[in-house]
C-alpha cells in the first residue's frame, strides 16, 4: 500500500507499505474530475496547479488536524499502468476504506459558507442529497466500508458525519441504516445489496460488477474489455450462488 504525506518542507512525498506494518492513515472518498492529480504527477514532482491537487492540499492538511501522519487517494496512490498493482489495489480497496483511521467524504458540488455547516443546513442539504457522490459506483463501497465517514464541502468545511446524516443518506440511497451503521453485509440478501447499486454509475461499464467485490466479499482478476455481462457473471461464479438470473436482469 502505496501512502503519502507532506514532509518538513511541505512537499507532497509518497511512502510503500508493501512489506511493512501499515501505520494509521486517512483515506478519501471523491468524485473524479477532468484535472486530476494523478500517480504520474506525484512521480514526476508535477501537477500542483492541477485543479484536482486542492483535494490532495484538503487530505493532507485535515488528515494532521485529526493528528495523523499518512493519507491514501486513488488518484495517485496507484500505478494504474502495473496491471498487478491495479488488481491488487482494487481487491484491496474495501478493506483499505474499513481499516482508515479517519475517512473523509470530500464533496466537490455542495458549496458552504464558513458558518453554513453549522448553523444553516438548509443551504446546503438540497445540495448534498443531489451530490454526484451518491451516483457512482465506487462510493457505494465507500460508504460501507468505514465505521465513521466525515463529509466535507467543496471548500473544506465539514457538514457532518454517517451517524449525524444517517436519515439522510438512507433516504438518498435507501440503503438500511444498519447497514450503513455496520451490521455484516452477508446479513443481507443478495438482491437487497444488488439494488443498492440502482442509479450508480461507473466510467467503465465493468466496474459495474468490480466495485461490488467487497460488498460480497470476494476477489477476482480484472478484465477491462470484457463488458458488463461478462463481468457480472464472473462475479457471480465467484459468489459461488446460483444467482447468475438476479446479477444479470438487475436495472442499473
Same mark, same amino acid.
Given at each position: 500500500?502505496?501512502?503519502?504525506?507532506?514532509?518538513?518542507?511541505?512537499?507532497?512525498?509518497?511512502?510503500?507499505?508493501?512489506?511493512?506494518?501499515?501505520? &494509521?492513515?486517512?483515506?478519501?472518498?471523491?468524485?473524479?474530475?477532468?484535472? /486530476?492529480?494523478?500517480?504520474?504527477?506525484?512521480?514526476?514532482?508535477?501537477?500542483?496547479?492541477?485543479?484536482?491537487?486542492?483535494? +490532495?492540499?484538503?487530505?493532507?492538511?485535515?488528515?494532521?488536524?485529526?493528528?495523523?501522519?499518512?493519507?491514501?487517494?486513488?488518484?495517485?496512490?496507484?500505478?494504474?499502468?502495473? +496491471?498487478?498493482?491495479?488488481?491488487?489495489?482494487?481487491?484491496?480497496?474495501?478493506?483499505?476504506?474499513?481499516?482508515?483511521?479517519? #475517512?473523509?467524504?470530500?464533496?466537490?458540488?455542495?458549496?458552504?459558507? &464558513?458558518?453554513?455547516?453549522? %448553523?444553516?443546513?438548509?443551504?446546503?442539504?438540497?445540495?448534498?442529497?443531489?451530490?454526484?457522490?451518491?451516483?457512482?459506483?465506487?462510493?457505494?463501497? /465507500?460508504?460501507?466500508? &468505514?465505521?465513521?465517514?466525515?463529509?466535507?464541502?467543496?471548500?473544506?468545511?465539514? +457538514?457532518?458525519?454517517?451517524?449525524?446524516?444517517?436519515?439522510?443518506? #438512507? *433516504?438518498?440511497?435507501?440503503?438500511?441504516?444498519?447497514?450503513?451503521?455496520?451490521?455484516?453485509?452477508?446479513?443481507?440478501?443478495? &438482491?437487497?445489496?444488488?439494488?443498492?447499486?440502482?442509479?450508480?454509475?461507473?466510467? *467503465? /461499464?465493468?466496474?459495474?460488477?468490480?466495485?461490488?467485490?467487497? +460488498?460480497?466479499?470476494?476477489?477476482?482478476?480484472? %478484465?477491462?474489455?470484457?463488458?458488463?455481462?461478462?463481468?457480472?457473471?464472473?462475479?457471480?461464479? *465467484?459468489?459461488?450462488?446460483?444467482?447468475?438470473?438476479?446479477?444479470?436482469?438487475?436495472?442499473?
Amino acid at each position: 500500500m502505496r501512502l503519502l504525506y507532506f514532509d518538513s518542507s511541505r512537499r507532497l512525498t509518497s511512502a510503500d507499505f508493501s512489506r511493512k506494518p501499515i501505520p &494509521p492513515y486517512a483515506i478519501l472518498s471523491h468524485t473524479w474530475g477532468d484535472d /486530476e492529480f494523478l500517480f504520474e504527477d506525484l512521480v514526476n514532482g508535477t501537477g500542483e496547479s492541477k485543479a484536482g491537487y486542492k483535494k +490532495i492540499r484538503f487530505c493532507g492538511e485535515q488528515t494532521a488536524r485529526d493528528s495523523l501522519q499518512y493519507f491514501w487517494l486513488d488518484t495517485c496512490c496507484i500505478d494504474k499502468w502495473k +496491471i498487478s498493482e491495479l488488481s491488487h489495489a482494487i481487491n484491496s480497496m474495501f478493506r483499505w476504506y474499513k481499516n482508515a483511521a479517519k #475517512c473523509y467524504a470530500f464533496l466537490s458540488d455542495v458549496s458552504t459558507s &464558513p458558518t453554513d455547516a453549522q %448553523r444553516h443546513q438548509s443551504t446546503w442539504e438540497a445540495s448534498f442529497r443531489k451530490s454526484r457522490w451518491f451516483t457512482r459506483g465506487w462510493t457505494l463501497q /465507500e460508504l460501507l466500508a &468505514p465505521a465513521l465517514i466525515d463529509f466535507f464541502s467543496l471548500e473544506g468545511q465539514r +457538514i457532518g458525519d454517517k451517524a449525524s446524516l444517517e436519515q439522510q443518506i #438512507c *433516504e438518498i440511497t435507501r440503503i438500511p441504516a444498519t447497514a450503513l451503521r455496520g451490521d455484516a453485509l452477508d446479513e443481507f440478501s443478495i &438482491p437487497e445489496r444488488m439494488a443498492w447499486m440502482a442509479g450508480r454509475q461507473t466510467k *467503465e /461499464e465493468e466496474d459495474m460488477a468490480y466495485s461490488l467485490i467487497g +460488498i460480497f466479499d470476494v476477489s477476482m482478476e480484472f %478484465r477491462y474489455g470484457e463488458g458488463k455481462e461478462r463481468a457480472l457473471n464472473r462475479l457471480q461464479e *465467484e459468489m459461488g450462488k446460483g444467482t447468475a438470473s438476479i446479477l444479470c436482469s438487475h436495472k442499473y
